[in-house]
């Protein structure tokens, strides 16, 4: 077995069984994980039962059944000391992008995270909260020239870069940023690649090597990606070689020895105990406890996705046979499900409210499939978003066990990442949706 290939295995079970009631979150492909802890589940149904309960709808205000977010600030927690089991080494700077909320950022502050801040008003957002600036890290390879200005104002230093001219613009106006030289990643098999935008290639290292010297600038280390949602673990491990590279190198060049090595984002919870482990065992090897070098990453939806769970509420329905119908729901690609075109995310609808009765622990009330083992889905539905453009399409093609109807509830788990970051009013639809809070960090 090769090195990357060591403890890859991580536990689950096919949703042709059925899951625990404590299952943390289902994939698209149909596995469910089974998580380090148990999800707190009676509390975030508590939530949405209340705010539920508290809509009657035939009298109720315009907006009133909008669909709103259940945020579990004691998953944050959870999730917090998971990362720290997994990847002692590694300190965490949460990319501010994927979720801003700001209760979310400032449990996160209090937990000791640092923040990844790809724009002025990130890094704005993040200084509010009274956070060092030298807790952020500017994690943007190619900025507008104001914000270099701005963030030389604001005293943040740390910055990544991946071309000459992004060099001489710092060499500019803000010569003393401690540079992170960020190359490219074989992204290949991420959801979200990034490598087509940013990273210089390994071929061009010594051009910006060489770069750096002529200008007197402060390279500190070295930063990869190697997209969200990547499937092939060694890509992590072929990134952490690279870096190594790029390290030695600039010591062949004169530089003084660099320090830091930043390992990016793209972790998920449903397969971090694999892509830590790749993480581990290729720091171990290239960058040892004892080399000296700080390690950091920059998560989003490691802390954010599973902390969220956003409850929609059935506005319309369109009956085309006995057993198939279209759902009309009052959130989708364009509110807080943007997630399914810019993050290629496929939301879990599952039945939260039909006919007087809740189901939310009826984990297998929906299905991607008509038939599993055990369950039959005599409903088939596509799930679309309330705005006029066709485009706005949750799901073509889902099984339900009930025939819901306008005045229902659907819930979707674990939708925390890049959904409310993005959503906007398009078709004159509102998507600021409501957030309830529950801390569940003593339990």
């Not at 148990?38 to 705010?51: M, N, P, T, V, W």
């Not at 002025?120 to 190619?142: F, H, Q, T, W």
């Not at 920059?298 to 329905?317: C, D, H, M, Q, Y």
């Not at 039959?376 to 066990?401: A, F, N």
Request: glycine share 6%; aromatic share 12%.
């Amino acid at each position: 077995m090769s090195r990357v290939d060591t403890e890859l295995k991580f536990e689950s079970v096919d949703a042709l069984e059925a899951p625990s009631p404590f299952t943390h979150s289902a994939r698209p492909d149909n596995k469910v994980v089974n998580p380090p802890y148990e999800q707190a589940h009676d509390e975030i149904f508590g939530a949405l039962k209340q705010r539920i309960e508290a809509v009657n709808q035939e009298v109720c205000e315009p907006g009133d059944e909008n669909s709103f977010f259940v945020c579990d600030i004691g998953e944050v927690e959870r999730l917090h000391t998971h990362w720290f089991k997994k990847l002692p080494r590694v300190q965490p700077y949460y990319a501010v992008k994927c979720n801003p909320d700001a209760k979310v950022l400032r449990k996160l502050a209090d937990l000791g995270v640092n923040f990844d801040c790809a724009s002025k008003s990130e890094i704005e957002k993040v200084l509010e909260m009274g956070v060092d600036p030298e807790r952020i890290i500017y994690a943007n390879p190619c900025k507008a020239s104001s914000f270099i200005r701005y963030a030389a104002g604001a005293r943040v230093l740390k910055s990544t870069f991946d071309n000459v001219e992004e060099l001489h613009k710092i060499k500019k106006y803000h010569p003393d940023s401690q540079l992170l030289l960020r190359i490219a990643t074989d992204d290949s098999t991420a959801q979200c690649r990034l490598s087509t935008k940013y990273g210089c290639e390994m071929e061009k290292v010594d051009i910006l090597l060489q770069c750096v010297k002529d200008l007197g600038l402060n390279l500190v280390g070295v930063s990869f990606h190697v997209g969200s949602g990547a499937s092939d673990f060694t890509s992590l491990y072929t990134a952490v070689k690279d870096s190594r590279t790029v390290f030695d190198r600039a010591k062949e060049f004169g530089l003084p020895n660099l320090n830091l090595l930043d390992v990016g984002g793209g972790f998920q919870f449903e397969s971090f105990h694999g892509s830590s482990a790749v993480l581990r065992g290729a720091l171990d090897e290239f960058f040892p406890q004892d080399s000296g070098i700080d390690i950091i990453a920059e998560p989003g939806r490691f802390f954010a996705a599973t902390a969220f769970t956003l409850a929609s509420n059935v506005i319309a329905k369109r009956k085309l046979t006995p057993n198939e119908s279209m759902l009309y729901i009052n959130d989708g690609v364009y509110g807080n499900m943007n997630c399914i075109l810019f993050d290629h995310q496929e939301p879990i609808p599952r039945t939260l409210f039909h006919n007087g009765e809740f189901y939310y622990y009826d984990f297998n009330s929906t299905s991607p499939r008509p038939v599993q083992t055990g369950f039959h889905y005599p409903q088939k539905v596509s799930i679309w978003g309330p705005t006029c453009d066709g485009l706005d399409c949750i799901t073509k093609e889902y099984y339900m066990k009930h025939d819901l109807v306008p005045g229902d509830w659907i819930f979707f788990p674990s939708l925390g990442a890049y959904t409310a970051s993005a959503a906007t009013p398009f078709n004159g639809f509102e998507q600021n949706v409501d957030v309830l809070y529950i801390d569940t960090s003593s339990r």
